[in-house]
């Protein structure tokens, strides 16, 4: 069906659109449109509250990052930024590169079954590695609260090599235990080609406790994986109890 732009601006601001399925906005210097909202008002507010999060002049990439409370995954050959967006309503998750100037880049939509809760990414020299955990969005916790996302071990648990110049048709899956990992420490490729990944790994997460995370000692486990075989080894480097593990990001994607 026709688009119809409902909020006209000669200024250089967000347009607010009107299609079949709902309201959306689009940035003036971006094809991309962020939607569908039930109301212009919804879409309005969306829009406001995405201009509020925006890089202030003069701000780092890195500050801009902190503020958003997002992982710190900084290419340190390119500067930029790389990160994976999630949201309830959607059948995909997304693959953002923000560069250097604060803006987006590129955006690569991941097909996935379910609608998993993903709190972070790694990337390596060639892939961004994508977390396709059993946490999943239930429509009954979200009514009752706290949180919306449920452990869901029927859901399985995988991970995604996604190339980093690709589309999301181009990423490939490899299953792991049932874990959820919020935060990995780092990954890099191999001279052989595997996938060499440090993580916190929980044992599940949002299973009986609901305001978590308590749902057993995390550990730091270190994951490889084969693509040639298709397999991932898994081990764990250390059972001391531990989250958001650091490395020097100077490193960040190499060995």
């Known amino acids: 069906g026709a688009a119809r732009v409902i909020e006209p601006t000669s200024a250089p ?4 659109i009107e299609r079949p399925d709902g309201f959306y906005w689009q940035a003036p210097d971006s094809l991309q449109a962020f939607g569908p909202f039930a109301t212009a008002a919804l879409a309005r507010a969306d829009r406001d509250a995405y201009d509020e999060d925006a890089p202030e002049p003069g701000e780092t990439l890195e ?28 059948d995909y998750v997304q693959y953002v590169v923000v560069g250097t100037d604060g803006r987006v880049r590129k955006t690569v939509n991941v097909p996935v079954p379910g609608k998993p809760m993903i709190h972070d990414c790694a990337i390596t020299e060639h892939y961004v590695v994508v977390f ?28 995604g090599l996604l190339p980093r110049d690709g589309q999301g048709s181009d990423v490939r899956w490899f299953e792991v235990p049932l874990c ?32 978590g995370p308590n749902e057993g000692r995390p550990t730091l486990d270190r994951w490889v994986i084969d693509p040639s075989s298709g397999k991932v080894a898994t081990e764990t480097i250390s059972d001391l109890g531990h989250e958001f593990p650091r490395h020097d990001e100077r490193r960040i994607g190499k060995p």
Do not use: S
């Open 180 to 211: 959820y990992v919020f935060h990995p420490m780092n990954a890099y490729e191999t001279a052989d080609g595997q996938v060499v990944m440090d993580v916190c790994r929980h044992p599940k997460m949002f299973d009986r406790d609901k305001n």
């Open 13 to 16: 601001a967000a347009l607010i």
């Open 132 to 159: 396709d955990l059993p946490c999943t969005f239930d429509v009954q916790a979200a009514m009752n609260g706290p949180f919306p996302y449920v452990w869901n071990p029927e859901y399985g648990a995988r991970v």
């Open 63 to 90: 500050e801009a990052e902190r503020d958003l409370g997002i992982g710190e995954w900084i290419d340190p050959d390119t500067g930029e930024l790389h990160a994976m967006v999630y949201y309830w309503a959607w």
